[in-house]
């Protein structure tokens, strides 16, 4: 995230998240615009399934209060970007 003159930290860069066991986004903040569960790999913490935190029902439009490397498949939430 990038700091601007007297402004806390923002987002410089945004993505679409696709749910997936394997793809790596590098520590991340989440928004999640359509709510559910949110099964996410924190940041710098090895990709397996005993590590998954499970985040419950997020509502919609909401920012995950975490940094993750990865969104698992099993997630149900949808509509997620990835800001940094």
């Known amino acids: 995230m990038g700091q601007y003159n007297q402004q806390p930290d ?3 860069v945004a993505s679409t998240v696709t749910k997936s066991d394997t793809t ?3 520590g991340v903040a989440l928004y999640i615009g359509t709510g559910g569960d949110v099964h996410v790999i ?3 913490v090895e990709n397996t399934a005993g590590n998954v935190v499970i985040f419950k029902n997020v509502p919609d439009g909401s920012f995950l209060p975490a940094i993750v490397d990865y ?3 099993a997630t149900t939430a949808a509509d997620i970007v990835a800001v940094k």
């Open 10 to 12: 923002f987002a410089t």
């Open 24 to 26: 790596f986004l590098d």
């Open 42 to 44: 924190m940041k710098n």
């Open 71 to 73: 969104v698992r498949a």
